[in-house]
């Protein structure tokens, strides 16, 4: 296949998988003529066929060398595959075929220390590469992710204007920014999939709460999402559990949510950001808490084997011990706890390998298009622009917030323990409150345990430097 110059396209995509296919989509929608290329090629003619009004802006490539030849030099190559070692190999084959000045974006999820790895050997090569986060599912894809991009700032404006022509937008501004060097773009991402465990996971537990303790059929409580969703809590990942909590499955006519197995899938966005933030001693417990929870999901033959040995718990509650409400604002208050430790995980990462994160920027990326994307996260950019170094939990707006909502984060995280129904990243998010919030803790008893078995010392409060204890071991 050989192109005229105007035929040519101004980008290519390989992988016209879920995200790849819809990202590809918005790029010819936005005027940017693509070719594409899948590993499948009957994908790739199904991709094509099925392009409507788009297709005459899509150039689809049976071979990698017609994709190369495809595209206008300087080339931009955006691969959205899955992660790990598939992503290596197609750079490598890729690469041999490039010239030193083509780009590689990874705009699939990554491990950010694979972004890193991946760059550095970019670098070595003098070629550009780019690492992408992009949120959003499908449907974002397709009219508007949210775009978190890391690598050179060069290799960043080269592609830019495209990004940010694809990307969601919020209030006019786009959801598409460049985040720092290496693979910081990625690791935004994963620490935004770790948020989404969390979110889903606080918005599971009060599900069950609903359905275990109060009895309450789906549709129920899909109404009680759905109102949920016109007050603080509003927010796509509210919006979606409104919608499948009320879906009925056409089959049984029962609701679906009945029907879906309780086993949590995982690709390992959310693990991980919590391997990370165990690494850079930021805590991000509910997160942590949100991916044990999925792990532990998984184990459904143990869970059985545990009902059958202990009992299910006691789970009817008298619905006068909880209302509602009290539901919603202990989300709100695990909500700003949750984020308040992503944040903060970013803080970390951003001190520990030198990016120097936009994290006001942050907030306002995901205030659209990605699935974590909520009104709150419009107060977080506010909060976080007037002072990105505050604990989110310390700022004035959502210090009052959290005022308001704590003590019923307390009760249903008492309730729910009372009544045997599991609330792991809630009651994450209320020991993380209530440690934030005292002064004097118990570290100083580990202190002396440490110092008593392995002559570690300890520091005093009346006078400086290290000390040992008299410890009188027999
Ligand atoms: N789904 C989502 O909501 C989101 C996904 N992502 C990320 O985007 C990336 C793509 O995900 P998604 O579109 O969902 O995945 P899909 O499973 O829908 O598509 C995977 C794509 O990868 C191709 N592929 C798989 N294995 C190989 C291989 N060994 N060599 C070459 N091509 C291969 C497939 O080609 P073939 O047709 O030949 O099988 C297909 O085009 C992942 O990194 C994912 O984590 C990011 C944000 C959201
Ligand atoms: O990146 C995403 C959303 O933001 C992908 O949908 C990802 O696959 C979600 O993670 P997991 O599969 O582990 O639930």
């Known amino acids: 296949m050989v ?28 005027g940017f003529k693509i070719a594409v290329f899948n590993r499948t090629t009957e994908t790739t003619r199904k991709f094509h066929a099925e392009a409507g009004d788009l297709a005459a802006q899509v150039v689809p490539c049976e071979s990698l060398e017609d994709f190369v030849a495809a595209i206008k030099p300087p080339r931009s190559v955006i691969i959205m595959l899955p992660a790990g070692d598939i992503l290596d190999q197609q750079i490598g ?58 690598g050179a700032r060069s290799a960043w404006d080269r592609v830019s204007h495209i990004l940010e022509a694809i990307s969601a937008k919020h209030e006019g501004q786009a959801c598409a920014q460049w985040m720092g060097e290496g693979g910081s773009g990625h690791f935004v991402k994963s620490v935004h999939n770790g948020i989404e465990y969390a979110d889903m996971q606080m918005i599971a537990e009060v599900y069950g709460i609903m359905r275990d303790g109060f009895g309450m059929e789906a549709a129920q409580i899909g109404e009680v999402f759905a109102r949920w969703n016109e007050g603080p809590l509003k927010s796509y990942l509210i919006e979606i559990s409104a919608e499948v909590s009320r879906c009925s499955d056409a089959k049984s006519g029962r609701p679906l949510l009945d029907i879906i197995l309780d086993r949590a899938g995982q690709k390992g966005t959310g693990r991980w950001t919590a391997v990370e933030a165990l690494h850079l001693a930021a805590p991000a417990t509910v997160i942590e808490a949100a991916v044990a929870a999925r792990n532990l999901s998984s184990r459904l033959d143990e869970r059985k084997a ?20 009290a539901l919603e604002q202990a989300l709100i208050a695990g909500k700003i706890v949750c984020y308040a430790q992503g ?60 005022r308001d909502n704590e003590k019923a984060l307390r009760e249903v995280v008492a309730v729910s323990a009372k009544s045997g129904l599991p609330a792991p990243a809630l009651s994450a998010a209320l020991a993380y409150f209530d440690m934030m919030r005292t002064g004097r803790s118990t570290a100083n008893m580990i202190q002396a345990q440490r110092d008593f078995f392995g002559a570690h010392s300890f520091e005093r409060f009346d006078e400086p430097g290290a000390h040992h204890g008299p410890w009188h071991k027999s």
């Not at 550095?120 to 992710?145: D, F, M, N, T, W």
């Open 306 to 325: 545990g009902e059958s040995l202990f009992g299910a718990a006691p789970t009817a509650l008298d619905l006068d011990a909880l209302r509602i409400d």
């Open 343 to 402: 944040f903060g995980l970013l803080s970390s990462a951003s001190e520990a390998y030198d990016w120097s994160l936009p994290l006001p920027d942050v907030a306002r990326v995901w205030r659209a298009g990605c699935i974590i994307r909520s009104t709150m996260l419009n107060d977080m950019a506010d909060a976080l622009t007037q002072n990105p170094a505050l604990n989110l939990m310390f700022s004035d707006f959502f210090a009052a917030l959290l």
């Open 93 to 150: 084959v890729l690469r041999g075929m490039l010239d030193a000045d083509d780009l590689i974006i990874d705009a699939g999820n990554a491990n950010f220390h694979d972004t890193n790895r991946r760059t550095k050997e970019a670098k070595a090569a003098g070629v550009p590469y780019l690492g992408i986060g992009v949120s959003g599912g499908e449907e974002g894809a397709r009219h508007g992710p949210s775009i978190m991009g890391g």
């Open 3 to 30: 192109l005229g110059d105007s035929e040519l396209a101004g980008i290519g995509l390989i992988g016209l998988g879920t995200m790849g296919a819809s990202l590809a989509l918005n790029i010819a929608e936005k």
